[in-house]
């Protein structure tokens, strides 16, 4: 297939997202179990212009700092995103200090988001990495605790709560090739999967939402370029069938092209898996994000992952830079006429201000611009 030019992607809105054919498998997520007038109204508002962006920011973002930072500045980073538009929005990991310090909070930030009301203008889902059944049971004894505080995941689809309360997601971490899951999960694939279907389990038990990744999937900084799509789209399938409501795919090094991006969900396709299970997540290591944005767009995707300010590198994947800018991510999109329901300019805002308190530069291309335009104007209402 050619692939379409960039100048012809703006046409996406007049498409319907690409769908799997019928006669494959079609997984039952629980986002499939709802009522009648909450199907209606979904069908309703979902258009195929519409974008859902995931902020990762507080939580992959922040993963890889080597500066100590104070539970106010990582509190405050999710209360400013939480204004902007943005409906998720990673906040932290229940996942062991010893292997990623900088996430030892994770459990204060959980109980600061249930215990204290922020006015924010459309509901937010609120994801935590739950790697194993020990963090599980840590966010788990956090939600019964202030039990009443967040929505469940049928409270949410039924469209419960407008804003009022909180919903909640346990995330697992896969990976798409054995040298990647033992130096990250520290077993190969087989058993990180046996492991992770209690972790799924328990956050249907809670009523949340279960999300997983899969890492590495369009290359391994220890195996190379060349993963296998239709070993991905297997891990894929375990996932969902074990009960995840969504896959993220995850660029980890940076290393995805058009093409193999592109191979990728076909192989995704024809495994029956749906367009509205799949988020991708690509770091800008190579400059090739917003290219491989495109090719997604151009199969029905439409959930990206993103950061502000291009935070983010994984502890575990040497040479990784950060995650696609949500500025960046934004602004590309809504140039194509997708709608992603967020505040462009307060999003730069933060990507400067969080920059900042890590004492980095501001890796937002279009934040940097936007900021810079609006001196320029200032300056110029001034004379």
Same mark, same amino acid.
């Given at each position: ?30 986002? #499939? ?26 939580? #992959?973002? %922040?993963?890889?700092?080597?500066? @100590?930072?104070?539970?106010?500045? +990582? ?5 400013? %995103?939480?204004?902007?538009?943005? *409906? ?11 292997? =990623? ?33 020990? /963090?599980?049971?840590?966010? @788990? ?50 058993? *990180?999967?046996?492991?992770? +279907? #209690? ?84 770091? #800008? ?44 991510? =934004? ?34 291309? =279009? /934040?940097?611009? =936007? ?13």
């Amino acid at each position: 297939m050619a692939l379409m030019p960039v100048t012809q992607l703006a046409r996406l809105r007049l498409r319907a997202p690409i769908r799997p054919i019928a006669h494959l498998r079609r997984f039952a997520t629980a986002s #499939d179990i709802r009522n009648q007038s909450a199907t209606a109204q979904q069908q309703q508002q979902r258009t195929d212009n519409r974008v859902r962006i995931v902020e990762v920011g507080p939580r #992959d973002g %922040l993963q890889n700092e080597k500066k @100590s930072i104070p539970l106010a500045t +990582k509190i405050e980073l999710v209360e400013r %995103l939480a204004k902007t538009g943005v *409906s998720f929005i990673e906040a932290g990991s229940f996942v062991s200090p010893k292997w =990623v310090p900088q996430m030892e909070n994770s459990s204060k930030i959980l109980e600061h988001i249930l215990t204290t009301k922020r006015p924010s203008p459309i509901p937010i889902t609120y994801s935590f990495l739950a790697p194993n059944a020990k /963090g599980v049971d840590n966010a @788990s004894a956090l939600l019964q605790k202030h039990a009443g505080t967040y929505l469940t995941q049928a409270e949410s689809l039924a469209g419960a709560g407008a804003g009022d309360k909180p919903a909640i997601e346990l995330g697992v971490f896969a990976a798409a090739t054995e040298s990647f899951s033992k130096k990250n999960l520290n077993c190969d694939i087989a058993t *990180s999967l046996e492991r992770f +279907k #209690d972790v799924i389990q328990g956050a249907k038990q809670l009523g949340v939402r279960a999300r997983a990744y899969i890492s590495v999937v369009l290359g391994c900084p220890f195996e190379g370029h060349d993963v296998d799509p239709h070993r991905v789209a297997e891990i894929a399938t375990s996932l969902l069938e074990m009960g995840a409501d969504e896959i993220s795919l995850g660029d980890t090094t940076g290393m995805g092209t058009a093409p193999r991006t592109q191979e990728l969900l076909k192989c995704m396709a024809a495994a029956g898996i749906r367009n509205e299970d799949i988020a991708m997540h690509f770091h #800008d290591t190579y400059g090739q994000a917003l290219v491989n944005t495109a090719i997604s767009l151009e199969r029905g995707i439409r959930i990206f992952d993103s950061s502000v300010g291009g935070l983010g590198g994984c502890p575990y994947s040497p040479g990784a830079t950060g995650n696609v800018a949500t500025e960046n991510m =934004v602004y590309f999109l809504e140039s194509l006429g997708m709608e992603t329901g967020i505040d462009l300019d307060a999003m730069a805002d933060i990507g400067q201000w969080i920059s900042g308190e890590l004492g980095r530069p501001n890796d937002a291309a =279009v /934040g940097k611009a =936007v900021l810079g335009a609006r001196k320029i104007g200032a300056s110029a209402s001034s004379l």
